[in-house]
Each structure stands twice: as structure tokens, then as C-alpha cells.
């Protein structure tokens, strides 16, 4: 009878240990999803649960682990690439390792033949280990719930998430009033619906006007292969990012305590225009390099906010100063583009470039509706792109914007 008494009491011990544990855990979670709750902002008419509060709450910049499957493969690549490397460093270093490098240096991921015995062996033997290593199960940074909270907000068509402007806050909307608010932007007096996009037209274009530049002998052999590799180029896409330090602050502090918007609100958004691999994105980049020493010149140009504050210390401030700040509203699509070209002509020494703004420079945009691909051209000033230099746009941009929506 004592050992059956026994028994039993240490089995109510460690079920009574069980349930405190699952009950930490529990408490612990929620803890957690009330501290993440203030970085997501839900805006959309849709209630989040707390492991999609928990997901989100990571941020827009949170990776989750890849699957085990495709580890050694990872391994193997990067071995690769560092045998590839050495062999380089091996044949190639010497005399030529302090060369200058071309601000457009185009990486030709060149194979150099096999170096020394003592390099090969040395490889062979590393790679041999590599193989020899036991490829551990690493451990998942997310939970079994938050992996299927992940899957079904990948598949939920009705909201839309992003980060905010100029805040680095979760925003869920809903996917229906940010398709509107594009269209809305595009409708305006900026932009001109088209038939179709003409993005070989433009390609072939520039690479006619890099060509004949080439052949004057107004850019190097570098910035003339830099230029020409415009292969697989696409039209750019926008996107809208809210901008939420526009909304009223008591509606904001509601979304942020109760996790849900209550009633419609109109919520202004920034408009981005995303480049990558667009026809004219590496004119823009040697553009970059032209107009970037000019803006230096002028006694306005402030790079950042260090910059500011060590201009305001630098000099001796009386009390009766008064600091003003001011605001310029649609800046980017009002700008007067005749004022830009012709600010952009005076201030270069040598025009020869201009033939590249005035013809070659071609936008192209798109934004992704369901069941919806329309094609529009800016018809006045310029946009704001996410890929280009802010300080080359206001004093540049003298191009055809497209968008796809």
C-alpha cells in the first residue's frame, strides 16, 4: 500500500509540474504579444490573434530559419565561391592589388584555372571535413503557431502588410483601400493612362546612346560594359507606403491598445517607385556619380541630421533667433522640370552627358491590381524612387515616368 500511495503522489507532482509549466509558457506568451502589439498598428478591419501579433511584431526585416533540406547545398555553394576566391587571389594578386577600382566595376565572376599543389590540396582536404560534418537540426526561430500564423497570412487576399513611413511600425490595412488610394494617386492630373508599356523601346534606346558615346570617346571601356549589361530589364513597380504619423494621435493610441481600427479612416500614403532592374537603372547609377559632386558645391546641401546639428554648433545662435521649418507638399510631382534640365546644363562643365537626360533617361513603374494590369505615363515633374539618391531627383529627373497597375 505505501509503494501504490507512493506512486500516486509523485504522479500528482508531476502533473501539478506540467501544468505549471504549460501555465508559464501560456502567461509568458501573452506577455510577449501585449509587448509586440505596440509595433504592429492594425489599421484593416481584420482582428489579429496573438501569434500573428507575435509574427508581425518581428518586424518587416525578421527572416525565418530555411528548411534542413537545403543546408549542405548552401555549404557546398559557399565552398565554392571561397575556392573561386582563392584561386583569384592566388593567380591574380601582386603588382595589380592596389589598383584603383572603378567606381562601375562590373563583377564577372571569372573561374581562374587550378593554382599550386599546396593551394589544390589544401581545398581538397577542407572540402573532404566539410563533407565529414553532422548537419545538426537547428532549432526553429518560430513556433509551430507562428508558422501556421505565417501560412494563413501569406494567403489572406483581404489585408495588406507593410512597414510604415518614416516609422519602422508593422501596418496592416486592408488590401481593397490601398488598391483604391493607388488608383486614386494614379488618377490625378500627374499621370496619363497607356495602351502598353514599351520597355525594348527603351532598352534599345539607351543602348544606342551608350554606344555613340562610347564611340566619341566620352566613357570608358568600364562604364561602357557597365552600361551595355542592361539584359532582362522590367519596368519598375509602385507601391504605397501609410503614412501614419499623419493620422489623428488618439486614433493611433486606439489602434495600438485595442489591436483593431474602429470605422473607416482615410489614411494618406507616400507613393514609392521601386527600380530594380529597370532599363534606366545603371544610367541613373552614373548619373549618381556626376551630379552627387555638384549638389556639394552649394552652401544649402545638408547630407543628414549630424550635418545639421554640427552647422547649428558651429556658429553662435542669439536668443532672439527663431528657427523655421517648412513643408512642401507633393514636392516631387510639382517640381518644374524646364528649371531642372536647365539648373543641370549650367552646372555641368562638360554637356556631352545632357544627350543622356533629355533622351535616354525612360521610367517605368507598375502597380499589381487583382484581375487589373493598366499601364500609365507621368506626364509632369518626377517621382520618388526607393533605389535612386533624393538629392539627384531634385535636381534631375528629366524623364518619362511609366506605371503598371
Given amino acids: 500500500m505505501a509503494n501504490r500511495s507512493f506512486k500516486k503522489s509523485d504522479k500528482k507532482k508531476k502533473c501539478r509540474k ?40 518581428k518586424g518587416m526585416k525578421f527572416i525565418p530559419n530555411p528548411k534542413h533540406n537545403n543546408l549542405r547545398k548552401q555549404i557546398l555553394m559557399d565552398f565554392n565561391e571561397l575556392a573561386r576566391k582563392m584561386r583569384c587571389r592566388f593567380h591574380y594578386s601582386g603588382k595589380n592589388n592596389k589598383k584603383h577600382i572603378h567606381p562601375l566595376y562590373l563583377q564577372s565572376g571569372h573561374i581562374p584555372p587550378r593554382g599550386n599543389i599546396a593551394l589544390e590540396n589544401y581545398l581538397i582536404d577542407t572540402k573532404l571535413d566539410i563533407s565529414k560534418l553532422e548537419v545538426k537540426q537547428f532549432r526553429d526561430n518560430l513556433s509551430k503557431l507562428e508558422r501556421k500564423a505565417l501560412t494563413e497570412l501569406k494567403h489572406n487576399d483581404s ?37 502598353e508599356p514599351t520597355t525594348n523601346v ?52 486606439e489602434a495600438f491598445r485595442t489591436g483593431q481600427i474602429v470605422g473607416n479612416i482615410n489614411i494618406p500614403y507616400r507613393p514609392i517607385i521601386n527600380k530594380c532592374n529597370s532599363p534606366t537603372r545603371r544610367i541613373e547609377r552614373l548619373l549618381d556619380l556626376i551630379l552627387k559632386p555638384l549638389l556639394k558645391r552649394h552652401n544649402f546641401y545638408i547630407q543628414d541630421t549630424k550635418d545639421f546639428i554640427n552647422r547649428i554648433e558651429s556658429h553662435e545662435v542669439r536668443k532672439d533667433c527663431i528657427l523655421i521649418a517648412y513643408d512642401v507638399t507633393s514636392m516631387y510631382t510639382n ?71
Fill in 18 to 57: 506540467r501544468d505549471k509549466l504549460r501555465s508559464q509558457i501560456k502567461n509568458k506568451k501573452a506577455t510577449r504579444a501585449e509587448s509586440y502589439r505596440k509595433f504592429v498598428l492594425n489599421l484593416s478591419t481584420k482582428s489579429l490573434t496573438k501569434n500573428e501579433l507575435l509574427l508581425l511584431g
Fill in 159 to 195: 489585408i495588406y502588410i507593410s512597414k510604415a513611413d518614416k516609422n519602422n511600425t508593422t501596418v496592416v490595412v486592408n488590401k481593397i483601400d490601398y488598391i483604391k488610394a493607388g488608383t486614386s494617386h494614379l488618377n490625378g492630373n500627374h499621370y496619363l493612362k497607356i495602351n
Fill in 202 to 253: 527603351v532598352v534599345k534606346s539607351i543602348k544606342n546612346i551608350v554606344e555613340d558615346l562610347y564611340r566619341k570617346k566620352e566613357i570608358d571601356s568600364q562604364t561602357y560594359n557597365f552600361l551595355k549589361n542592361n539584359k532582362e530589364s522590367k519596368h519598375g513597380h509602385m507601391y504605397l507606403l501609410p503614412k501614419i504619423h499623419k493620422i489623428n494621435l488618439e486614433i493611433i493610441n
Fill in 335 to 405: 517640381m518644374n522640370i524646364d528649371n531642372l534640365e536647365e539648373t543641370v546644363i549650367n552646372a555641368l562643365e562638360d554637356n556631352t552627358l545632357i544627350k543622356i537626360i533629355n533622351n535616354g533617361l525612360t521610367k517605368r513603374q507598375h502597380l499589381e491590381q487583382k484581375h487589373k494590369l493598366r499601364t500609365y505615363k507621368q506626364t509632369t515633374a518626377s517621382s520618388k524612387t526607393s533605389t535612386t539618391n533624393r538629392q539627384r531627383d531634385n535636381t534631375l529627373n528629366k524623364h518619362t515616368d511609366y506605371v503598371h497597375t
